[in-house]
């Protein structure tokens, strides 16, 4: 089954703790994105990959780090998490970044940080 | 800038119509998506519109005027399923070649019996 997985679910950690959000995809595609979804702010982009050993900033990169070693996983890392990157977290990719590409999103990952 | 707008709260009754709008102001626009989202769960695609008019799919229909910013996203003979957020997303050509997608706030919608 064509899917994105994200681990863990959920995950209540405390403040200075480094933590790595797993994600990935078995539809082979090149692009790759990291969002965080906060009430009545929609989704923002924290940071994207256009393939493998390319990475950009999105929105909201501050406080966060990616890699993209292999096409199929995109880790998000917190190096010191804070109680203001408390929220839900989607992992999301389609085939490139173009215009008609459709993204497929994975489950989310609701962070709590003390 | 980039702005997406679109309506906080909408209600409806089981087997209405519903229509939930989105104006949208970006540098580059390159295609809108409408998802769906149910509560805690992930974004699923519904539509996708880049030129101007109606695209119909099912129960669902989307529409799109480039020249007023504008979409809506119509939900017909409503069900209680239906009940969740819509997200509105706008493509836009970022200064720097890459499409970049960006999200309204999304629209939940109650349905009721």
């Known amino acids: 089954e064509a899917q994105v997985t994200q681990n863990p679910r959920y995950l209540i950690t405390v403040t200075g703790k480094k933590l790595t959000v797993t994600c990935s995809q078995n539809?082979?595609?090149?692009?790759m994105s990291w969002y965080r979804q906060d009430p009545g702010l929609g989704l923002r982009q924290i940071y994207y990959?256009?393939?493998?050993?390319?990475?950009d900033k999105g929105d909201v990169p501050e406080g966060y780090k990616v890699s993209r070693k292999e096409k199929r996983n995109f880790p998000l890392i917190l190096e010191s998490p804070s109680p203001n990157q408390t929220s839900l977290y989607f992992c999301?990719?389609?085939?490139?970044?173009?215009?008609?590409?459709?993204?497929?999103f994975g489950p989310g990952t609701r962070l709590t940080v003390l | 800038g980039q702005n997406i707008d679109q309506p906080t709260e909408m209600t409806a009754t089981e087997g209405a119509i519903v229509q939930i709008n989105c104006t949208y102001q970006?540098?580059?626009?390159?295609?809108l998506f409408w998802y769906q989202q149910h509560a805690g769960e992930a974004p699923t695609f519904l539509s996708y519109?880049?030129?101007?008019g109606l695209e119909e799919k099912g129960r669902f229909s989307s529409f799109l005027s480039r020249s007023k910013g504008y979409s809506y996203l119509l939900l017909k003979e409503l069900q209680m399923k239906d009940s969740a957020s819509y997200l509105c997303?706008?493509?836009?050509?970022?200064?720097?070649?890459?499409?970049?997608?960006?999200f309204g706030a999304g629209t939940r919608l109650a349905v009721h019996p």
């Open positions: 519109n880049v030129l101007d």
């Open positions: 539809m082979n595609h090149e692009y």
């Open positions: 970006t540098s580059g626009f390159n295609g």
């Open positions: 997303a706008v493509r836009d050509l970022f200064s720097g070649g890459y499409n970049k997608l960006i």
């Open positions: 999301a990719s389609s085939l490139r970044g173009q215009s008609t590409d459709t993204q497929y």
């Open positions: 990959s256009m393939n493998v050993e390319v990475t």
